[in-house]
C-alpha cells in the first residue's frame, strides 16, 4: 500500500519547502543505507531468477489496483504488489527483496511518468520499508528456507515496520507540503494503511499457501477484492460527504463570524484545506493576502468570475505544477491547487459554494470596517478636542468622557463612566438644553456648558469649553481702559488747568509763575509721552510674540550708562536717595536706548513702591563673565503668587480702582521683553514688607568682539 497525495511535489526540488527538502534526503539516504545493509547480509549473491520473478508478480499486482477514496477524496490505493512482496519477504533473501522492490517501483513510476521528485520520494521511501521488512525477517527466520510459524511471524512483524515506515513518510510529506500537523495526519492515515497493509498480507500469505498446495485456485482470491471495493464504495462516499458537509458548515460558521477582509480570506483558504484537501491562497487588491508558494506570480483572474475555472502549472499565479483552480470572491480570487489531494472536477463544485460565501463575507466585512473606520474616526476626533464631551442617558449616568473631559473634572473616564453626573460634577445644567455658564465652586475656573438632547436614543450630549482664560482676558482689558483712562487723565488734568490759568490770566500773573505752569505743562506732557511710548512699545512686542523691536548693538560702557541715569532720576526723585556702587568702567556691547529703558524702569518702579526718604540701592558688577545690575527697594513687597504675574501685561499688585501710585503696569512687562531680546535674564526676589530686589543678567563682551 502506497499512499498519494496529488501534486504538492510535483516540482522541482529547489520550490520544495526546506522541510519537505530535508525529509526526501533523509529517506533517500535511508533507502541507500538500508539496501547496503541487505545487501551485507545476503548469504550469497542475488538471484537475477529470483529477482525477476519477483519484480514480475510485484509489477503485475501494480497494474491490479483497487482505489478507495478516504478524507474528502483522497485515495488509499489497494494493490497486489504489496501481496507479492509478502510472497517474496517468505521466500527470497533481503538482497533480492530490495532489488525487486526497487525495480518495480522505478518501473511503474516511470510508466505512470510521474515528476521526477516525486518518483524519488515514491522510490525512496518504497526501498526503505521493503528493506526494513527484509532484514527483520532475515534475522528472524533466514530465507531462504522452510516455511513455519517463526518465519510467518517474522514476515508480519516485517510488513509492520513496512506499514510504520510508509505511514511516517506519507504523513511527514503532506505534512511539510500541505501544512498539516505531522501527527493528525499520521493518525489519519494509520487505520486505512494497517486495514490494507493486514489485507495484504494475508493475501500474500494465502497466495503462498494456494501455489504450493492447490494452485488453480489462485484466480478464486480476485473475488473478494471485487467484493470489498464494491460494498466499501458506497460507504466511504457517504463518509466523505458527511465530512465535507461537516467542514463546509464550520467554514460556514467561520466566514459568519469574521468582520475584517483578512480574516474572510484566511476562513476561505482554510475551508479549502478542511473540505478538499487543498492548498489556497487569495488573490486581493493586487497582492497575495494569503501565502503561496515562492516564485508566485500574479492572478489574472477576474474577481467577479462565477464560474471555476481550472487549468495546469502557474498559470493563474501560484508557482506549483498540477491542477489549479481559480473563482471570482467578489473582493478578490480564491485559488486553489493540489496539496495533500489533487484539484479534481468534484473539487469545482466546492469552491463555487465557497465562492458564493465569500461573495456574501466579503461584502458584510467592508461594511464592518467602514463602520470601524467611521467609528475610529469620531473616537479620534472625540479623544483629540480640546473641550470636554460627555454624554448622559436619561438617568444622568455618564456614558461617554472623552480625554479632555477627564483633565477638566479631574476625573478619569473609568471612574465616570456609569457614575452620576451630579456626583462627579455637583449639581448644574447638565441635563438641560442651551448654553449655560458654569462658576466651578472649588475653583476660579468658568466653564461654557452646550448641551443637546438626542431624541431618538434618550440621550444628552454635553460640550464643555473652559472660558477662565477668556474672562480673564476680558478682565485684562476692563482693567487695561481703567488703568490707561486714569493714566491719561492723571497729566491731562493739570494740563488743562494750567494752560486756562494761563490763558485767563496770562498778564496777571507773575513771570515767575508762569515760567512754573509751563514747567508743569511741559513735564505732564513728557509723562503723556512716556506712557503712548510704551503703549506703542507693548504693541510692537506683542505683534512680534515678545522679540524686542529696534534693538542693534554696539560698543557701550554700562557703568557710565546707569551712572548717568541715577544721575537724572535723583534730580526728579530727590524724595529718595539713591545709592550707586558700580566700577569705573563696564566696556560691553549691547543697545544703550533699550538699557536706558530698562534702568529707567526700573528705578522709577523702586521710587514709586517705596516710601520717601528711604534708599534705593543700585549696584552693577561683572559676575561670571555678565553684567549684573541689582536694584533694591525698603518698599512694600510683592506676594509670592503675584512675582510671575507683574511681568505679563497691564498687570499691578494694587486694585486699578484704587491704586496710591500712578502706571500702566507696562514696566516690567516691557523689561523683561527687551532684557530678552538683548539675550540676558531677569528675576524678582521680594519680601512681603520688607522690599523687592530685581537682578539683571546681560551678557557682557567687550567691545569690539
Given amino acids: 500500500m502506497r499512499g498519494r497525495w496529488g501534486g504538492g511535489l510535483a516540482r522541482t526540488v529547489s520550490t520544495l519547502p526546506p522541510a519537505a527538502r530535508r525529509l526526501l534526503v533523509v529517506l533517500v539516504a535511508l533507502a541507500g543505507g538500508m539496501a547496503a545493509a541487505a545487501a551485507v547480509s545476503a548469504p550469497h549473491r542475488p538471484s537475477a531468477v529470483g529477482v525477476a520473478v519477483l519484480a514480475t508478480g510485484m509489477i503485475a499486482g501494480e497494474a491490479f489496483r483497487i482505489p478507495l477514496p478516504y478524507r474528502r477524496g483522497g485515495k488509499a490505493l489497494f494493490t497486489l504488489s504489496d501481496a507479492a512482496l509478502t510472497a517474496g519477504l517468505l521466500l527470497l533473501p533481503p538482497a533480492d527483496v530490495v532489488i525487486a522492490a526497487f525495480v518495480t517501483m522505478l518501473a511503474w513510476q516511470l510508466f505512470e511518468r510521474v515528476a521526477p521528485v516525486k518518483l524519488v520520494f515514491n522510490t525512496a521511501q518504497y526501498v526503505t520499508g521493503a528493506a526494513a521488512a527484509a532484514l527483520v525477517v532475515q534475522a528472524a527466520a533466514p530465507r531462504p528456507g522452510a516455511l513455519g510459524a517463526v518465519a510467518f511471524g517474522a514476515a508480519g512483524l516485517g510488513l509492520v515496520l513496512f506499514l510504520g515506515v510508509n505511514t511516517v513518510s506519507v504523513a511527514g510529506i503532506i505534512a511539510t507540503t500541505g501544512g498539516e500537523p505531522f501527527s493528525a495526519t499520521a493518525r489519519r492515515l ?393 566700577p569705573e568702567s563696564l566696556p560691553t556691547v549691547t543697545n544703550q536706548l533699550r538699557v536706558r529703558q530698562v534702568v529707567d524702569n526700573l528705578l522709577d518702579n523702586a521710587c514709586k513702591f517705596s516710601p520717601p526718604g528711604s534708599p534705593i540701592e543700585v549696584t552693577l558688577a561683572e559676575v561670571d563673565g555678565h553684567a549684573e545690575l541689582r536694584v533694591r527697594d525698603l518698599g512694600r513687597g510683592i506676594p509670592p503668587d503675584e512675582l510671575e504675574r507683574v511681568f505679563e501685561r497691564f498687570q499691578r499688585v494694587e486694585d486699578p480702582m484704587h491704586m496710591t501710585t500712578s502706571g500702566a503696569g507696562l514696566g516690567l512687562y516691557i523689561v523683561r521683553a527687551l532684557i530678552e531680546g538683548l539675550g540676558g535674564t531677569i528675576t524678582l526676589d521680594s519680601v512681603l514688607g520688607a522690599g523687592t530686589t530685581v537682578t539683571v543678567r546681560l551678557p557682557l563682551r567687550a567691545a569690539g568682539a
Fill in 190 to 582: 494509520a487505520p486505512t494503511a494497517a486495514l490494507l497493509a493486514a489485507g495484504n498480507a494475508c493475501l500474500g500469505l494465502l497466495a503462498l499457501v494456494l501455489a504450493r498446495t492447490e494452485a488453480w485456485a489462485l484466480p478464486a482470491l480476485c473475488v473478494p477484492l471485487v467484493v470489498l471495493y464494491t460494498a466499501s464504495r458506497q460507504d466511504i462516499g457517504a463518509k466523505i460527504t458527511r465530512e465535507r458537509s461537516a467542514a463546509f458548515v464550520s467554514t460556514e460558521q467561520r466566514l459568519s463570524e469574521a468582520t475584517l477582509p483578512e480574516e474572510v480570506s484566511a476562513a476561505l483558504v482554510a475551508g479549502v484545506g478542511a473540505i478538499l484537501g487543498c492548498a489556497a491562497a487569495v488573490w486581493s487588491a493586487g497582492r497575495w493576502t494569503t501565502p503561496v508558494p515562492e516564485g508566485s506570480g500574479p492572478c489574472p483572474v477576474d474577481p467577479d468570475l462565477a464560474r471555476v475555472l481550472v487549468t495546469r502549472g502557474p498559470a493563474l499565479g501560484p508557482c506549483v505544477e498540477g491542477s489549479v483552480a481559480a473563482v471570482g470572491v467578489g473582493s478578490g480570487v480564491l485559488v486553489a491547487w493540489s496539496a495533500e489531494l489533487t484539484v479534481t472536477a468534484e473539487s469545482e463544485e466546492w469552491l463555487a459554494r465557497l465562492s458564493r460565501s465569500g461573495r456574501a463575507s466579503y461584502g458584510r466585512a467592508a461594511a464592518t470596517l467602514a463602520l470601524h473606520s467611521e467609528r475610529a474616526t469620531l473616537r479620534a476626533v472625540v479623544d483629540g478636542t480640546g473641550d470636554g464631551i460627555l454624554v448622559l442617558d436619561g438617568d444622568g449616568i455618564v456614558r461617554l468622557w472623552n480625554p479632555a473631559m477627564a483633565r477638566l473634572a479631574g476625573t478619569s473616564a473609568d471612574a465616570a463612566l456609569g457614575a452620576s453626573v451630579a456626583a462627579i460634577l455637583g449639581d448644574g445644567p447638565w441635563q438641560r438644553p442651551g448654553i449655560h455658564d458654569v462658576v466651578r465652586a472649588d475653583t476660579d475656573r468658568v466653564w461654557r456648558v452646550s448641551v443637546n438632547t438626542v431624541r431618538e436614543r434618550d440621550l444628552q450630549v454635553a460640550v464643555v469649553h473652559d472660558v477662565s482664560a477668556e474672562r480673564r482676558v476680558a478682565r485684562m482689558k476692563d482693567d487695561m481702559l481703567a488703568v490707561v483712562s486714569h493714566e491719561l487723565r492723571t497729566p491731562l488734568t493739570p494740563i488743562k488747568a494750567s494752560a486756562q490759568l494761563l490763558r485767563r490770566r496770562w498778564e496777571r500773573l507773575p513771570e515767575a509763575k508762569r515760567n512754573e505752569l509751563l514747567e508743569q505743562i511741559d513735564r505732564r506732557a513728557d509723562h503723556l509721552t512716556r506712557l503712548i511710548e510704551d503703549l506703542l512699545l507693548v504693541g510692537q512686542l506683542s505683534a512680534g510674540e515678545r522679540a524686542a523691536p529696534g534693538i542693534r548693538l554696539d560698543g557701550a560702557d554700562l557703568a557710565a550708562i546707569v551712572r548717568d541715569n541715577v544721575a537724572q532720576l535723583a534730580l526728579a526723585r530727590s524724595s529718595h536717595r539713591i545709592c550707586l556702587t558700580a
